[in-house]
Nanobody, 130 residues
């Protein structure tokens, strides 16, 4: 069982930066693939970024590629999402998610799908003003 708690959201002007954190409980965090998703009002939850258990593989949605960076610190049981050059369209509730996945190499599951993840945080609001 893994519990996930996001933090770091807030209000920022367009062009600004935020760093989200997701703290995980449990001693098996280092065996989990982790993802970030977001959900804007009236829209479906969408994939943002994902990272392998080792941090060696990362994946991004086209809409955030080059602006967002996902990373993790397994010693701290924490995954991060550094968000730069924020745009009003990045406004959403951001969720972190996890699933047990210890395999090396590229993911063999659909890391963009919400159903692929077993554990979810409660979300943190990010609002980008124009």
């Amino acid at each position: 069982q893994v519990q996930l708690v996001e933090s770091g959201g807030g209000l920022v002007q367009a062009g600004g930066s935020l760093r989200l954190s997701c703290a995980a409980s449990g001693r098996t965090f280092s065996s989990y693939a982790m993802g970030w998703f977001r959900q804007a009002p009236g829209k479906e939850r969408e994939f943002v970024a994902a990272i392998s258990w080792s941090g060696g593989s990362t994946y991004y949605a086209d809409s955030v590629k080059g602006r967002f960076t996902i990373s993790r610190d397994n010693a701290k049981n924490t995954v991060y999402l550094q968000m730069n050059s924020l745009k009003p369209e990045d406004t959403a509730v951001y969720y972190c998610a996890g699933r047990y996945y210890r395999s090396s190499g590229s993911f063999t599951f659909d890391h963009r799908a919400t159903y692929a993840y077993d554990y979810w945080g409660q979300g943190t609001q990010v609002t980008v003003s124009s």
